[in-house]
């Protein structure tokens, strides 16, 4: 418990300036809505949570996991073991593969358009981490992803938490854009700028060593 609380980190009185979102996020969600519509999985339950950095009023999303949660007398309920578990072995692999921290979880996604009352009974579970993005899943033709940050509405006589949208910009980094250049080409056209490069490469080696299997011989 006390690890999972150290990963999570609280929400700042102040809002957050805008968020930016990587987009191996995006394809993460998307996927995980895919594997939801194909084994029937009820969309209302399925959420995950978004790792990356804060700082100051500025939220980096660079990655995301699924994780599981239960319903219990009719109540949404995160399976906090599971969570802590699954960020546990992000960290071990993140760790192994290349020395670095999977990240902080600086927010959790859930699908749908707008969140509910319910998606904020979720996020005081979540400890009120800064972030909460919408994934609408039954537009499959446009982007429909929104961002919302949690605070205190004082504006009845009565304070109440409520959900503010704030704005999210897309940043990218050169390895991203050539993956996801790979990913769109494969899928569409069954090659790409990647895989073209990687048959040339292979063609250059391959004809290489039988030259020197001849120098060889």
Same mark, same amino acid.
């Given at each position: 418990?006390?690890?999972?609380?150290?990963?999570?980190?609280?929400?700042? @009185?102040?809002?957050?300036?805008?968020?930016?979102?990587?987009?191996?996020?995006?394809?993460?969600?998307?996927?995980?809505?895919?594997?939801?519509? %194909?084994?029937?999985?009820?969309?209302?339950?399925?959420?995950?949570?978004?790792?990356?950095?804060?700082?100051?009023?500025?939220?980096? %999303?660079?990655?995301?996991?699924?994780?599981?949660?239960?319903?219990?007398?009719?109540?949404?309920?995160?399976?906090?073991?599971?969570?802590?578990?699954?960020?546990?072995?992000?960290?071990?692999?993140?760790?192994?593969?290349?020395?670095?921290?999977?990240?902080?979880?600086?927010?959790?996604?859930?699908?749908?358009?707008?969140?509910?009352?319910?998606?904020?009974?979720?996020? *005081?579970?979540?400890?009120?981490?800064?972030?909460?993005?919408?994934?609408?899943?039954?537009?499959?033709? *446009?982007?429909?992803?929104? @961002?919302?940050?949690?605070?205190?509405?004082?504006?009845?006589?009565? +304070?109440?938490?409520?959900?503010?949208?704030?704005?999210?910009?897309?940043? @990218?980094?050169?390895?991203?854009?050539?993956?996801?250049?790979?990913?769109? /080409?494969?899928?569409? @056209?069954?090659?790409?700028?990647? +895989?073209?490069?990687?048959?040339?490469?292979?063609?250059?080696?391959?004809?290489?060593? /039988?030259?020197?299997?001849? %120098?060889?011989?």
């Amino acid at each position: 418990k006390q690890w999972y609380q150290r990963r999570v980190r609280a929400s700042t @009185t102040a809002s957050s300036s805008a968020v930016q979102l990587h987009p191996l996020v995006i394809m993460s969600i998307a996927d995980h809505a895919t594997r939801c519509k %194909i084994n029937k999985r009820d969309f209302n339950h399925a959420m995950g949570v978004l790792l990356g950095k804060q700082s100051g009023r500025d939220i980096e %999303i660079t990655s995301s996991c699924d994780v599981c949660s239960d319903v219990v007398d009719g109540s949404w309920v995160l399976n906090r073991d599971y969570l802590v578990n699954r960020l546990d072995h992000l960290t071990q692999l993140a760790q192994s593969n290349c020395g670095s921290q999977a990240g902080d979880v600086v927010g959790w996604y859930a699908f749908g358009d707008m969140p509910s009352a319910r998606h904020m009974v979720m996020h *005081e579970q979540m400890s009120e981490i800064p972030v909460l993005l919408m994934f609408n899943h039954t537009q499959p033709e *446009e982007l429909a992803l929104r @961002t919302f940050e949690g605070t205190v509405d004082g504006s009845h006589s009565q +304070s109440r938490k409520a959900f503010v949208e704030v704005p999210h910009v897309m940043k @990218t980094s050169e390895s991203e854009r050539i993956g996801i250049d790979h990913a769109a /080409g494969a899928c569409v @056209t069954g090659h790409s700028a990647v +895989s073209d490069c990687l048959s040339s490469h292979e063609g250059a080696v391959s004809m290489l060593n /039988g030259r020197v299997k001849v %120098i060889c011989d």
